[in-house]
C-alpha cells in the first residue's frame, strides 16, 4: 500500500524538484546583494580611523574619540564604541563589553550566511532526490513494456540528471559566497578586536599612571 503510494508520488515526475532548486537559487542572488551592499555601506580606512583615534586618546579626548567613532555604522567603530562609553568603569570592565559587543556584531555581519551554507550543503541532496525519482519514474515508464513507454524513459533519465547538475550549480556558488562573507566577518571581526586593545590598553596605562601618582 505505501510503495504504491510512493510510486504515485514518483509519477508526478522531478520538474517540481528543478523549481525547488531555481527558487533557492534566486534566494541566495538574494542573500549575496544583500550582503555585499551591507558590507560595501560599513566599509572603512581601518588605519586611519585607528591612527585618529589613538590620538584622541593620548589626549585623554574621550568625547573627541567618541564622535569619531559615532559617525559610522561599521563594527569596528560600534564595538569600540560601546566600550568607549564606559570607560570609567575600567579596563576589565571595559574588556568584558567589548567582547559581549563584538559577539552581536559577529551576528548582525553573518545575517543570511547560514541560509547560503544549508543552501550549499543540501543542494546536491535535492538535486540528487530529483534524480532518484526520475529514475524511478523511468523504471516504471519502462515497466509499460511499449515503445511510448521507452522514449519516457529516456525524458526521465534525462529529466533526472538536470537534477543532479541543477543541484551542483546552486550549490557553488552558496558555498563560494558563504566562504567569501565569512572571510569578510573575520577579517572585520580582527579589526575591532585590535582597535578594542589599543582602547583597553590606555585604560590600563591610564590606571597605572594613576595609582604610581598617587604613590
Known amino acids: 500500500m505505501l510503495t504504491h503510494f510512493l510510486l504515485q508520488f514518483t509519477r508526478i515526475g522531478a520538474e517540481w524538484v528543478l523549481w525547488v532548486l531555481v527558487l533557492l537559487s534566486f534566494a541566495c542572488i538574494y542573500v549575496m546583494l544583500e550582503r555585499l551592499r551591507f558590507y560595501k555601506q560599513r566599509a572603512i580606512d581601518i588605519h586611519e580611523l585607528r591612527t585618529k583615534f589613538n590620538d584622541a586618546l593620548d589626549k585623554k579626548d574621550y568625547k573627541a574619540a567618541a564622535e569619531l ?18 570607560h570609567e568603569r575600567g579596563p576589565a570592565a571595559v574588556e568584558d563589553l567589548l567582547a559581549g559587543a ?15 551554507a544549508t543552501v550549499g550543503s543540501n543542494a546536491p541532496f535535492i538535486g540528487l532526490f530529483g534524480t532518484v525519482v526520475g529514475i524511478i519514474n523511468a ?13 519516457l524513459v529516456m525524458a526521465a533519465i534525462a529529466e533526472a540528471l538536470v537534477a543532479t547538475g541543477v ?12 566562504n567569501v562573507f565569512k572571510g569578510k566577518t573575520k577579517g572585520t571581526a580582527s ?25
Not at 556584531?105 to 547560514?114: C, H, Q, S
Not at 543541484?167 to 558563504?178: E, N, R, T
Request: net charge negative; proline share 1%.
Open 139 to 151: 523504471f516504471d515508464n519502462l515497466a509499460a513494456g511499449t515503445d511510448e513507454g521507452a522514449k
Open 69 to 86: 567613532l559615532s559617525g559610522s555604522d561599521a563594527m569596528e567603530a560600534r564595538v569600540v564604541l560601546f566600550g568607549l562609553r564606559h
Open 167 to 178: 543541484g551542483i550549480l546552486v550549490a557553488i556558488p552558496a558555498v563560494m559566497a558563504y
Open 102 to 116: 563584538l559577539a552581536t556584531e559577529k551576528v548582525r555581519y553573518d545575517k543570511g550566511l547560514g541560509f547560503l
Open 191 to 215: 579589526q575591532a578586536e585590535l582597535l578594542g586593545r589599543s582602547l583597553v590598553s590606555h585604560l590600563r596605562g591610564a590606571e597605572r599612571g594613576g595609582q604610581d601618582g598617587g604613590v
